[in-house]
């Protein structure tokens, strides 16, 4: 139940239809490996796939460097893409680039030479997806270096695009391109693209993957739980993404030993022992992805307003309303508007950090909340 097949499915289904993706996905909620899957399901129904990591580039020439590498890297495409793109990149500069794809980079500008690859994996006639991991992260240090360069990549992209139909694009990551778009006049360059997100486990979605017995050799003692106590840590937990349940599950010393075949099992009591251990001093590093998060991927004034609308969350289990963190944030910077914290809101929340109940915003993780609150907090 556990490996996201429907969602695969959808997938899959729509790239086949001609339709291009952004799919959202908060971190740690098993993106990588889903696009993995996606990837392998894609090339068992011989699609060209090219799978792209674009986190800390931030220039077009980055980008087409990489795109350049991640073609050639797939064997299967490699050697008609040669022959294609050597044609194409040779009616254009002639014979004095190199004998490499790559060597044309430095003569040909890069949305140009990015151009000539995406028009190189459309001759060949197979169906090609390209999936590109992080392109939010991308797109937001691009525009924050060089917003008129980001401007125009973006929409020379989406001519690409629509030029070369029979390329479908996978775009994804964990912090909302919509976001980083409209800030940087960017939306109309993703018009074009169907959202889909991809959700944290459903409890039964949950207790598959607890129970896969290749998770179960991952753990430091393997142990199974009745269906309600594993909701009652599910519910304590709050955030059901396989890096958290992995993470619980590695710090549970199950009290009921095993025996007559069966394994040894877990008690709710386990469960909040565990919960507990993971709050110690020397378990900090399991949640130090968050703050090392928000100070290398915030800009400097969104990740001051991020720290302390978090603050400010972690005091209550229930969050707080708009009000409290609009007044909060005009502590910090002097004045705030209620579109500024929407946005940094809007990035939490999209991270997989927190989540709104009516009018209230608070940790998706009660876990999460108690370890900032604990440790990270300024006021604390």
């Given amino acids: 139940m556990h490996n996201r097949m ?79 793109c050597q044609q194409r990149l040779s009616n254009v500069l002639g014979g004095k680039w190199g004998d490499r794809p790559i060597d044309a980079l430095g003569k040909l500008d890069p949305i140009e030479f990015a151009g000539t690859l995406i028009a190189s994996l459309a001759e060949s006639g197979r169906k090609t997806a390209i999936i590109i991991d992080e392109i939010a992260y991308f797109f937001l240090a691009f525009a924050q270096a060089h917003p008129d360069d980001a401007h125009a990549f973006a929409y020379k992209m989406r001519g690409l695009q629509q030029a070369h139909r029979t390329v479908r694009w996978l775009l994804t990551g964990s912090i909302g391109l919509d976001i980083i778009a409209r800030r940087y006049r960017l939306e109309g360059a993703f018009v074009d693209f169907d959202p889909f997100e991809l959700q944290p486990f459903t409890g039964a979605e949950a207790r598959s993957f607890l129970r896969d017995p290749k998770i179960q050799l991952q753990l430091t003692r393997a142990f199974d739980a009745s269906d309600a106590d594993y909701d009652w840590m599910f519910q304590d937990l709050g955030w059901l993404a396989p890096y958290y349940l992995k993470l619980i599950a590695n710090e549970v010393h199950p009290s009921v030993a095993e025996g007559d075949g069966q394994p040894a099992r877990a008690t709710q009591d386990d469960f909040a022992a565990a919960f507990e251990r993971l709050l110690q001093p020397d378990r900090r590093f399991a949640f130090a992805v968050w703050p090392e998060h928000i100070q290398k991927n915030f800009a400097v004034e969104d990740g001051a307003l991020a720290t302390g609308i978090l603050d400010a969350l972690s005091a209550a289990a229930d969050g707080e309303i708009m009000d409290t963190l609009l007044a909060r944030a005009t502590r910090i910077q002097g004045s705030a508007t209620p579109r500024q914290i929407r946005d940094i809101l809007d990035m939490l929340m999209n991270d997989g950090l927190i989540a709104r109940r009516g009018d209230r915003y608070g940790f998706r993780s009660g876990l999460v909340r108690r370890y900032w609150q604990d440790y990270q907090c300024q006021e604390s």
Wanted: charge should be positive; charged fraction near 30%; glycine fraction near 6%.
């Fill in 6 to 84: 429907r969602e695969r499915a959808i997938l899959r289904a729509k790239l086949e239809a001609g339709v291009n993706i952004n799919m959202r996905a908060p971190r740690r909620i098993g993106k990588t490996w889903t696009i993995d899957q996606l990837a392998g399901d894609l090339r068992q129904a011989d699609w060209q796939v090219v799978q792209m990591d674009v986190e800390g580039m931030r220039s077009s020439a980055e980008f087409a460097q990489a795109l350049c590498q991640r073609i050639e890297a797939e064997s299967s495409i490699r050697d008609r893409f040669r022959a294609h």
